[in-house]
């Protein structure tokens, strides 16, 4: 074969091919994600804590607290199931929380003193889940049933619009190891946060009819 027929036949295997490395590019591009949450979500570094006594212990985790960040992760994790059909995905509210807190129950005194004598009290017993109801909590409530570990949770809220219907979706993931729970750059707290946002895509998936 000669050198001209070579250049020709790749010439034409080339021609055959742009028009369907083309279309999987248009599949790609037919789903995106708009950003639309209010400057608070967005902004910040490792943690910010919540206001108010039902909130304390609980933050919102900074989105700089992964790379790439959480909705350009999201939106990689949905492009291959919801790729086609050029919808869009509006996220209007999202925040994770990483919630601390636990309820105690029983007395403040491990012991009481009566007439100089020391009397044995009720120890104080800690137990998971937010101190405070979900209509009083500001964001990452969450409930000792809910957890699949010992270690304290990760909530995912999210609120948008799918093809301009509302969407709703809530994850709470509970790490598999301690984190050391700053958010700014651990790798443990990192690949946490990923995880969660990973719930949060499937979770949407789930929860978008096909």
Request: neutral net charge.
């Amino acid at each position: 074969m000669t050198n001209r027929t070579l250049i020709l036949t790749a010439a034409m295997f080339l021609c055959c091919l742009d028009p369907a490395m083309s279309q999987e590019a248009d599949t790609a591009r037919d789903f995106k994600v708009i950003d639309l949450r209010p400057k608070e979500e967005k902004d910040g570094f490792g943690l910010a804590p919540l206001e108010g006594k039902c909130n304390e212990s609980v933050f919102r985790v900074a989105d700089v607290a992964s790379d790439p960040m959480k909705v350009t992760i999201l939106e990689q994790d949905l492009v291959p199931l919801l790729g086609s059909g050029g919808r869009t995905l509006t996220v209007l509210n999202w925040s994770i929380y990483y919630n601390k807190q636990v309820q105690t129950k029983g007395s403040l005194f491990e012991n009481v003193g009566i007439q100089g004598y020391s009397v044995p009290g009720k120890k104080k017993e800690r137990h998971a889940g937010s101190k405070c109801s979900k209509k009083e909590s500001a964001g990452g409530w969450y409930q000792a049933s809910e957890l699949s570990t010992v270690y304290f949770p990760l909530i995912s809220e999210f609120e948008g619009t799918y093809a301009g219907k509302p969407l709703s979706v809530r994850v709470v993931y509970s790490p598999q190891t301690k984190l050391p729970g700053e958010f700014k750059g651990e790798s443990l707290d990192t690949e946490a946060l990923v995880e969660a946002v990973h719930k949060t895509a499937e979770a949407l998936a789930a929860a978008i009819p096909q």
